[in-house]
């Protein structure tokens, strides 16, 4: 694939064909290029052996160092929270109904003139008596901005979690990206197999529904991880080549804690486009030491090491700590720091402020352009927003 720079006259056009109808009503005047979960999708697959960072923007520093990176590198990008980070019960400050209008702000500011999807992650469904509250909340979170979206019902049976997908998909609209899950991640019952996750897409194809991507339980975490198993990649790739026929993506979920080569793996031998990014950022905005994938180090205690001149100042960093201790926040449960201590992050001096930002700026980019192949992914999209002439690039696959 070619490597090039889109010019103006192109963004421009794109702007015009590539938003779709919720963002061109909530930001009418606006210069971001904010567009389906779908072109994001497309443009990995075409510039081949390619994943798109799906960014959990739990904090303002995270979502401003990521889309710095992304532009710096010529990347298409997804800016994502998850039902349990902002949703209904949320513990970050960013939520389903405020990110589009976050991202907005920041393109326009900064100048991004990559494409962004704006993804609800994670949108669970435990039980069937959560679909009725579902089916008002999913329209609400595309009237909000939202532009794609993972219907997350990996918790029930295989059956349910069909029928729930059937039964909630008339909610997504047919433009959005969207997203399933089989095998709940971490859960009790062992990783996904190619059999759960053949009955569920082809009990979709059949209904006419045709998912972007897939998310398995492949062998990771959300979170810290506490060893270094990680991703199984021959487990992915098998249950991708069962899927072939389908043409549906992967989408990596907890990838913080797997090491560049695994994620390279990945890249380069399995159909995964989409690779969520959360806690690792969040860490690195705050000024935790971390090890060369993102990993959080503890000390002999079990506790973070805070690296000097990095992150946060030292004064807010204790007045976090002391919150933790009170509430009795440890290891992974400290990402709930973000909604209590989002404004007296953003109160620091410009240095500090700058200094967060900068990091996560430092680590996506690596990540884009030396780990999942995404550089200059963003012309592509853009092209293939051109070529198609619209919001809506369509399914891609048929009814089998």
Not at 9 to 34: E, M, T, V, W, Y
Not at 145 to 173: C, K, Q, R, W, Y
Request: net charge neutral; with cysteine.
């Amino acid at each position: 694939m070619k490597s090039f720079k889109t010019n103006l006259d192109d963004f421009k056009k794109a702007l015009d064909k590539g938003r779709p109808p919720n963002i061109k009503k909530l930001f009418p005047n606006s210069q971001a290029l904010i567009v389906s979960g779908k072109f994001i999708d497309r443009a990995m697959i075409q510039k081949k052996k390619a994943m798109a960072i799906a960014v959990n923007g739990r904090n303002y520093f995270v979502l401003k160092g990521s889309l710095m990176a992304a532009q710096k590198a010529n990347a298409a990008i997804i800016i994502e929270i998850a039902k349990s980070e902002g949703g209904t019960n949320p513990y970050c400050p960013t939520n389903f109904w405020n990110l589009a209008m976050y991202v907005d702000y920041l393109c326009n500011q900064l100048g991004i003139t990559v494409p962004v999807a704006i993804h609800a992650d994670h949108f669970g469904i435990k039980k069937p008596e959560e679909i009725a509250q579902a089916k008002i909340e999913i329209p609400s979170v595309f009237d909000a901005g939202i532009t794609s979206i993972a219907i997350d019902a990996s918790h029930m049976s295989d059956e349910e979690n069909l029928l729930a997908n059937i039964e909630l998909t008339p909610f997504v609209p047919e433009w959005a990206g969207l997203e399933t899950e089989v095998g709940e991640i971490k859960g009790k019952l062992g990783l996904s197999t190619p059999e759960e996750a053949l009955y569920l897409i082809q009990g979709l194809n059949e209904k006419n529904i045709f998912p972007d991507w897939i998310a398995l339980n492949n062998g990771t975490t959300h979170g810290i991880e506490t060893s270094d198993a990680g991703i199984d990649i021959k487990l992915t790739k098998q249950i991708h080549d069962v899927l072939l026929k389908y043409n549906i993506s992967g989408a990596q979920h907890g990838t913080s804690g797997n090491n560049s080569e695994r994620l390279k793996a990945i890249v380069s031998e399995t159909k995964t486009t989409k690779a969520n990014v959360a806690t690792a950022l969040q860490m690195i905005s705050w000024g935790v030491e971390v090890n060369d994938y993102g990993n959080a180090i503890l000390d002999n205690d079990g506790d973070f090491i805070k690296v000097p001149n990095k992150g946060v100042n030292e004064e807010v960093w204790h007045e976090m700590l002391s919150y933790a201790e009170i509430n009795g926040l440890k290891g992974g449960n400290f990402k709930k720091l973000n909604l209590p201590f989002e404004n007296r992050l953003r109160s620091q001096p410009p240095k500090i402020r700058a200094r967060m930002a900068k990091d996560v700026e430092n680590f996506v980019f690596n990540l884009l352009v030396n780990v999942f192949n995404a550089k200059d992914t963003a012309s592509i999209a853009i092209e293939d927003i051109l070529k198609t002439g619209s919001y809506n690039p369509g399914p891609k696959t048929e009814n089998l």
